[in-house]
């Protein structure tokens, strides 16, 4: 049952969203947004140092950091964001995209403000890429954001929209919250290591954005880097938490085929064949509304180069009714699980594995 914007309004207790405004004095303690912050260290004349992503900010007495939700507050690191919520959805989970994770099921997808990259090609910037107090929010808890995944039985909580990372707290405290819910993330993987394998604790799927293989599109177009991106990788895949990627195809900016094979060779090695890849289309956004979408001969040639590497699960999306959307065992070829759109068809899976030929599919699938 899809939870429409009134009845989210309804959920939270306001007649508009006007009204669910929390203004712009964010700093009073009592707030229940405002809590301290994990993973920082306590400097010299009250400066703390954010440890939660690679930026490790540096912060004097009432500076935010580089995500704008951080704050030095009296000598602490304190959070704004904790479980103010700027979006809340009933998402197909195959929207993240996470296509072999509980097909067909729905996901509460949540967001709060704040990012800690500056993408000039997000998609959810007018979220992503301000302040708490510039946008409308309404503090949810956690145990009423799992009692509302169960009103609307959805199996799955999804961590989305905006950068998780950024509100790593209330989705930690929510996750570990004894449930029969699902926790997933959806990510740009930005994320220092050690709070990312706590992390891993308590979620079941996690999807990352590799926006490129080029260290130098992360620099100019993203306000990051990639060797932080592959160590998150390699990280999640060692844990038991299910991993999926996206790559997002930029015409002229990280569609270079050669480049492409490289990641593919890298995906390979590093984390096997059965990590599904995601090559989806490009439309002009935010910063880069001068570039046009994404060929569709781009989208294919990099799902052939995938294939081709030893890739077992590669998918073209963004491309309605395109086929590369569809699931395919790798060992005989049968077509498993297809999809229109965000809507799958159907699902020929026998307990996770191909009905004809017993190969067992990577994946969640109860």
């Known amino acids: 049952m899809p939870l429409s914007r009134r009845n989210f309004l309804k959920l939270i207790g306001c007649s508009t ?8 004095s964010v700093f009073n303690s009592d707030k229940p947004y405002i809590r ?3 993973y920082y260290n306590k400097l010299n004349n009250n400066i703390v140092e954010c440890l939660l992503c690679p930026n490790k900010c540096l912060l ?15 000598g602490q690191l304190k959070t704004l964001v904790y ?29 709060t403000p704040g990012c800690n990259l500056r993408c000039k090609f997000c998609q959810n910037h007018s979220i992503s890429q301000t302040r708490p107090e510039d946008i409308s929010t309404k503090y949810i808890s956690s145990e009423k954001l799992i009692s509302t995944a169960n009103q609307y039985n959805s199996p799955i909580i999804a961590y989305t929209y905006s950068e998780p990372t950024i509100f790593y707290e209330y ?35 996690i999807k990352i954005d590799l926006k490129s293989f080029s260290d130098k599109f992360y620099r100019d177009l993203v306000s990051g880097r990639l060797d932080p991106i592959l160590r998150t990788l390699k990280t999640i895949h060692e844990s038991n938490t299910w991993l999926e990627i996206v790559y997002l195809v930029i015409p002229t900016h990280n569609d270079n085929m050669d480049e492409i094979k490289q990641m593919c060779d890298w995906i390979l090695k590093n984390l096997g064949p059965d990590v599904p890849l995601h090559f989806t289309r490009f439309h002009s956004s935010y910063l880069m509304k001068n570039l046009p979408p994404t060929p569709l001969k781009t989208l294919n040639n990099a799902y052939r180069v995938a294939r081709e590497a030893g890739l077992h699960y590669v998918y073209i999306g963004n491309v309605p009714d395109h086929k590369g959307a569809n699931t395919f065992c ?35 699938w109860h």
């Open 36 to 38: 301290e912050a994990k």
């Open 330 to 364: 790798p060992q005989c070829g049968k077509e498993l699980i297809t999809r229109r759109g965000f809507l799958v068809g159907g699902n020929q899976l026998k307990d996770g594995k191909c009905p004809e030929c017993g190969t067992e599919i990577a994946g969640v």
């Open 60 to 74: 004097r007495e009432g500076v935010r950091g580089d995500c704008r939700v951080r704050i030095n507050q009296n």
């Open 171 to 205: 989705m930690y405290d929510t996750a570990r919250i004894e449930s029969d819910l699902k926790h997933v993330m959806i990510s740009a993987g930005f994320i220092e290591e050690k709070p990312l394998k706590e992390l891993c604790q308590v979620l079941d799927g």
């Open 83 to 111: 479980g103010r919520l700027c979006s809340l959805n009933n998402d197909p989970i195959e929207k993240k995209p996470l296509y072999h994770f509980l097909p067909g099921e729905k996901a509460i997808s949540i967001a």
């Open 17 to 24: 969203l006007a009204s669910c405004t929390l203004g712009a």
